[in-house]
């Protein structure tokens, strides 16, 4: 891998993670509650779980085991990342997932939660609550396995 392939790899992490947390911020200071239409509102969470709210405890022990384990997860994510680019592979997707991970934990450091956003619903039924790392991390992991796809057919 040469190093423009790395310089590129750390402006797009650079450019998820800094678009991630002013999203959040101008969510946290201007805009926790907005509903745009029937489907669509923003509205805050801080989500002490993981993916989808589980796990969610305001038990600090448990919120410190969780917190480990996620960066568990990201250092787990780098080792993967640096071996796949020692190979000369495209961690493309990893990157993007690796920025949104990072951006989210961010959250947890600082808010003691992630900031979560992003509200689906129609009729009774509700998504979730998201925000845009989360879209990166899903993004990130499509690309890596359509890049894996690509590479084996």
Known sequence: MNIRSKKMYLVVASFIIALDQLVKQYVVN??????????????????????WGLLHSDNPTVFACVNSAVLFVIASLIIHSIVRMMQKNCIIGEVVVFAGAVSNYIDRYYYGGVIDFISISYQDWCFPVFNLADIFIVCGVVLMLLLQWRKSS
């Open 30 to 51: 201007s805009l926790p509650h907005y509903t745009l239409n029937d489907y669509f509102a923003i509205d805050l969470v801080f989500n002490r779980g993981i993916s």
